[in-house]
């Protein structure tokens, strides 16, 4: 017999991933969860987790007036809180993998599409097959999501038709996850195939399988999407214009008033909509010479630019391909928007532990922009009422503040979210202090974090206040 101290849960995720709105589901959680069952939090009214007496297992019970989307879910208990993990209440028909299905000889038949599939490669060089009837002419439009949702696998698609013969495939398209068209020039029945390999990537060249290798699977068909032509020569602030660069030498230019020291940001979207351009964005000047230029911004390979205007009048905001090539899905969409002087806080943790007569703290990361300099303060709402929160010394420029989070001797315990804010007070705006789930990192040129994700932020601090009881043990045999 040995002993072991309960700890708090470690959630790495579901399968399936989601659910059909107004359906019950068994879903089953992979992490660590000792004791069993632990409670579970989750930040939409129309789902719940309910836990049976299957370690692992839940019904995913889901409301017919509920609101389809990612949801957020952390499991808790008395040691404290999981990191929050996906959920996603899906507004059409969704089928789960049914097993066996590794080859393309006994591919799972879909009757229908307009279908998402949850599916997990169970097992390491695991591919899962899926077989679609096509009318000629027919566009099937196959889309996964695993990585944007905190997956362990970097998936790929691969179409094939009955004999194997590869008809197309992909691997990243907007984000890390891969999206594929395809259009049917007779009738046939082609072959869905998902696959992946581990993520981050390891030494070994092998396709991932295993717990926490979960994927939604999109099978849709329709008419290609619209490559709208620039709606106009010029740009309004705040509405975006679109348009597609369908050859070589194609630039588009488009007029925008500016007026001296107020400052202007604009924004590319491309590689956000699925689109294969890689943008750059330029302002000119009215003698058609440069005064600024992007092509990547932030990690992303969307351009972004704010730019000071030293005078009034108007410039040309020109948009063209990086790679000086054209093509009819070169889509873009490009936005004009005031930037007026404005400020950022992210917390640098998203929980924080305490236990009675103890005090613990969080950094907020504060960033000012443009000019930004009006004095702000910091302040704590959905506090229990034995807990205080106190932030004296936010600084005036770009800097780090810290707030401390103080229980007292006879603090009862408590778990859940908080919010902190920043206040504003020359203009009575407040603005929430999120926990940023996307991350970027790199091991030896190797990508590790989550640079995109269904939900890329947290708008609380999860809270666990502790009791000072010593922890719980469990026996085992």
């Known amino acids: 017999m040995w002993l072991s101290s309960a700890a708090a849960p470690e959630l790495e995720g579901f399968h399936p991933t989601g659910g059909q709105i107004g359906s019950t589901n068994e879903v089953a959680a992979f992490g660590k969860f000792d004791p069993w069952p632990p409670s579970v939090w989750i930040d939409s009214a129309g789902l719940a987790l309910v836990s049976t007496t299957n370690k692992g297992k839940f019904q995913a019970v889901i409301a017919a007036d509920a609101r389809p989307g990612p949801c957020l879910v952390r499991f808790y208990n ?23 299905n590794d080859h393309f000889t006994n591919a799972t038949a879909i009757a229908a599409l307009g279908v998402t599939i949850n599916g997990n490669f169970d097992k390491r060089e695991d591919v899962d097959n899926y077989a679609v009837e096509l009318k000629a002419g027919e566009r099937l439009h ?49 072959i869905v195939q998902a696959f992946g390999f581990p993520y981050p990537a390891g030494s070994e060249i092998r396709l991932a399988g295993g ?16 490559h709208l032509a620039p709606r106009g020569e010029s740009l309004a602030y705040g509405t975006p214009v679109t348009g597609v660069l369908t050859n070589v030498a194609q630039r588009d230019a488009f007029t925008l008033p500016v007026k001296k020291d107020q400052w202007v940001s604009l924004q590319v979207r491309a590689a ?12 000119q000047g009215a003698d058609g010479k440069e005064i600024t230029r992007a092509d990547d911004s932030n990690g992303s390979a969307d351009p972004a630019l704010e730019w000071k205007p030293t005078m009034d009048g108007e410039v040309k905001v020109v948009v063209g391909s990086l790679t000086r090539r054209g093509r009819p899905d070169f889509r873009y969409e490009l936005l004009a928007a005031a930037a007026p002087p404005a400020f950022k806080a992210v917390l640098e943790k998203g929980t924080l532990t305490l236990k009675p007569n ?63 804010k920043l206040f504003e007070a020359a203009t009575g705006l407040e603005q929430v202090a999120p926990f940023e789930l996307v991350s970027r990192s790199e ?22 206040v502790l009791s000072n009881a010593p922890a719980a043990t469990q026996a085992a045999k």
């Open 358 to 420: 103890e005090m613990n703290s969080v950094n907020l990361k504060i960033e000012r922009f443009r000019g930004h300099t009006n004095k702000l303060e910091a302040r704590v709402t959905g506090l229990p009422s034995a807990i205080t929160a106190t932030c004296t010394n936010v600084p005036a420029g770009n800097g780090s503040a810290v707030v401390a989070f103080i229980a007292p001797a006879d603090a009862p315990p408590f778990q859940g979210p908080v919010v902190v």
């Open 272 to 283: 956000q909509i699925g689109s294969p351009l890689d943008a750059w964005i330029q302002i």
């Open 142 to 190: 196959a889309r996964m999501e695993s990585h944007t949702l905190m997956s362990k696998v970097d998936a790929v698609l691969r179409l094939v038709d009955s004999d194997g013969y590869q008809l197309a495939w992909n691997h990243d398209h907007a984000t890390f996850d891969p999206l594929l068209e395809y259009v049917a020039p007779k009738d046939q029945k082609v």
């Open 211 to 226: 717990e926490g290798s979960f994927y939604r699977l999109h099978l849709t068909t329709g008419q290609a999407p619209a």
């Open 78 to 100: 008395a040691e404290g809180a999981s990191e929050p993990r996906f959920f996603v209440i899906g507004s059409g028909a969704e089928l789960a993998d049914r097993e066996p």
């Open 443 to 464: 091991n030896n040129g190797v990508p590790g974090g989550y640079q995109q994700l269904a939900i890329p932020q947290v708008e609380h601090l999860w809270l666990a």
